[in-house]
């Protein structure tokens, strides 16, 4: 082979290792830090939020809150209501998860119309009904268990 050749070869490879060493970062970056938001997404959440939030319609024996029955934070609670609770190791969790096998934001619980939905974040570990990795928001039930990692959590009345 021509020097050249080697040469192109040389800066190929180096190319594709530094591409591959800064998309290994940026995946470190995002589980640490969680996902950026857009300034334009902050702004019109800020205008949402000068609005009261109109609680989601409750029938009888729908759910009203969600708590941790098994894993290290057993018993920790968050409430339901016009917001979505998020679940996750991250310091905006409202439900803040000590496990290992647990992304920063790894899924949400949120209300559409009167009934509850479950969805994954992209998380890298999943999150699962019953033994089923949910991959779309999944409507969950008074008595519905979500894992999450090592962390079992019920959706209760």
Known sequence: MSELTLFLI???YLAILWIFVLSAISVIRSDMFGARVPE??????SRRSTK????PTRRRGSPTHVIVVDGANRGER????ATPVLVGRGN?????????YVSTRHARILASGD???????GSTN???IGSVRITQPTTVTVGTQVRIGKTILEVRK
């Open 10 to 12: 040389r800066v190929a």
């Open 40 to 45: 334009t997404a902050r702004g019109q959440a």
């Open 52 to 55: 009261p939030a109109k609680p």
């Open 78 to 81: 968050a409430e339901l209501g």
């Open 92 to 100: 905006d969790a409202a439900i803040r998860l000590d496990d290992d």
């Open 115 to 121: 009934q509850w939905f479950v969805e994954d974040l």
């Open 126 to 128: 999943g999150t699962y």
